[in-house]
């Protein structure tokens, strides 16, 4: 194995409140918005009318690892 670096993935993450953050990722022009949904929201005390419900950043981990 290289010890080179290939690649360095440049994001840029905003939090806008509460659980509400915008991640700025390669490849798009537009942010991604995280939040909170569900048993997300009940898990850590959100109140669910609170926030518009949205995929979490564990929802995309799940999904890439998957993918």
Request: aromatic share 8%; proline share 7%.
């Amino acid at each position: 194995m290289s010890d080179d670096v290939v690649y360095r993935s440049k994001v840029k993450i905003e939090r806008v409140r509460g659980p509400i953050r915008n991640a700025w990722v390669p490849g798009r022009d537009d942010p991604v918005t995280f939040g909170v949904h569900d048993e997300i929201a009940e898990h850590y005390g959100t109140d669910l009318g609170e926030y518009p419900p949205d995929a979490t950043t564990l929802d995309y981990v799940v999904a890439a690892a998957a993918g």
